[in-house]
């Protein structure tokens, strides 16, 4: 693009927790050459939340018409996506060609696009999280501008003791919860030879194990090529668990599931993240100690 891109911030689900970092967040993507249009207002944050379910939507509807917007990153994740599935107009999400960015509870929207119209989006940083952060991770979000610059978007990971696999598919998924609580809904897209990425915050393992285990049992394991895991972290084992820990979980699922699992991914409720275009092609290739994943044909900011 010869024009500087116009980035909107939008709070389509939870508040920050602080308000007062949002100006630094605006100044760095403003250094980057960004023209930012801030659709959060502090002062109509209701509850938890970035704004009443109205507010919240009128905010998405907002930066899906302005013209001026080529990108549109969710202020923050937590929880609110849910309440509003059944009011976005995700044709027009579609049709404005604008690139959509967030993960963890923003996972409801990307499924919910990509089961409505096909369309993709970014499992990416937040605003509040990630720009707004005092020491911004270069990695995060020098990962992010590499994909919005596209053609292709390449992640290699160092992980050891994984299957070798050679597969290729639309790469989908994101937090575990939010997938799995989609399940049986509208809003769940049937996806064929993909590859799943998941990830999640806080999770003891055998919630982990009883999700994937749900996910496998519903038919959707079985129709995917590979499962790839991000971080789980943020857990506390006790007594009761007498030894079965993510190690224990871990060597259970793969002499279960009915795919490869593979570990490693840099994705999830970490500050060191890896962005991912959720509904991309994408090619898979790993051995023992490392794998690589390619994914192209996603909407980058030349195509805006």
């Known amino acids: 693009m010869t ?6 911030i939008v709070a389509v689900a939870g508040r ?13 993507l403003e250094r980057r050459g960004c023209v930012v249009h801030n659709y959060y207002d502090p002062a109509q944050a209701f509850q938890r939340f970035g704004a009443s379910d ?5 905010q998405l509807e907002a930066a899906v018409a302005d013209p001026d917007v080529q990108v549109v990153i969710a202020l923050r994740g937590q929880y609110g996506l849910t309440r509003l599935l059944p009011r976005i107009d995700f044709d027009a999400v579609a049709a404005s060609g604008k690139i959509f960015v967030g993960f963890s509870d923003l996972t409801a929207f990307h499924m919910a696009l990509y089961k409505k119209t096909g369309g993709l989006s970014y499992a ?4 509040a999280g990630d720009f707004c952060a005092a020491e911004p991770v270069d990695f995060t979000l020098d990962n ?21 696999v050679n597969v290729a598919g639309k790469i989908w998924g ?35 194990e009883r999700m994937l285990l749900q996910l496998m049992q519903a038919g959707v394991l079985g129709r995917q ?20 820990d993510f190690d224990g979980m ?24 890896v962005t991912i275009p959720f509904g991309a092609d994408a090619t898979l290739v790993s051995d023992s100690e490392r794998f690589r994943l390619t994914m192209s044909g996603y909407p980058t900011l030349g195509d805006a």
Request: aromatic content about 10%.
């Open 250 to 273: 871990l060597a259970y699922l793969r002499a279960t599931l009915p795919l490869p699992v593979l570990t490693g991914l840099q994705f999830g409720h970490i500050d060191k993240r």
């Open 124 to 127: 990416g940083p937040m605003f």
């Open 144 to 164: 992010f501008w590499r994909c919005l610059a596209g053609p292709t978007h390449t992640i290699t990971e160092v992980a050891a003791g994984n299957p070798s």
């Open 174 to 208: 994101g937090n575990l919860a939010m997938l799995v609580s989609l399940l049986g809904t509208d809003y769940f897209p049937e996806i064929d030879g993909g590859i799943l990425f998941l990830e999640d915050i806080g999770e003891h393992p055998y919630r982990v």
């Open 3 to 8: 024009t500087p891109p116009g980035i909107a």
């Open 225 to 244: 090529q590979a499962l790839v895991l991000g971080d789980f972290s943020g857990y506390r084992l006790g007594p009761a668990d007498h030894g079965y």
């Open 16 to 28: 920050p927790a602080d308000d007062s970092v949002i100006p630094r967040g605006i100044a760095l």
């Open 54 to 58: 109205d507010g919240r939507l009128a």
